[in-house]
């Protein structure tokens, strides 16, 4: 196809605005904001189930606790019993002795309970503690996490702003040059990995450097 020499600079000029806006949607796409995005939301989400697990946990630890408390009310509530019956006056000596042992052997139980449900306390602390720490990450990333949002939209915007008007340039560029010539453009860039024109200049084309 001929076309006229205004048409061909105007179809180079275009030509040299695609090439900028496929620069500027490379850039949209690969900015430094969206890997870091990912990353921080990978990691958010690993203290959330951190956090979740943590609180599943919680639940049966203290359930561990009300059984470990039970016991220990069980025992003391026999040992009041027996100690009562001790000081009644009513009870032979046979059953003094019987009573003295029990008391004796529910001391040593008691205290062993009352081990165990120390030790829960401290565990139900320390998966508190975990909480309080896994909550405080998850946070500090969705802090983060908005302030990259926020930086990220700017420049999408930034470049959205840059696309629009180099969309406006195009479309005058084109306002001029014959529909058929147009056609060829798109046809060759879309075969051409975005490439539809290339200036001649001292015999070289500027798109394929070939002479």
Known sequence: MKASASDQRQIVGVARLDQETSALNHK???????ALLASLTTKSHNARDLRIGAQTELSD?????????????????????????????????????????????????RAELEEVELEVMMRIDEINSRITELSAQEAAFATEIADLEIRKENALA??????????????????TVAPDFIALYEKIRTSNNGTGAAALIAGTCNGCHLS
Do not use: C, M, W, Y
């Open 28 to 34: 949209a796409q690969t900015l430094a904001e969206h």
């Open 158 to 175: 930034a470049f959205n702003t840059e696309l629009e008007s180099i969309a406006k340039e195009r479309a005058v560029a084109l306002s």
């Open 61 to 109: 630890v203290k359930r561990e606790l009300l059984r470990a408390e039970a016991d220990v009310e069980q025992i003391v509530s026999r040992i009041t019993r027996d100690e009562a019956r001790l000081n009644g006056g009513s009870a032979s000596p046979k059953e003094l002795g019987q009573l003295q042992h029990e008391v004796g052997t529910l001391g040593v139980r």
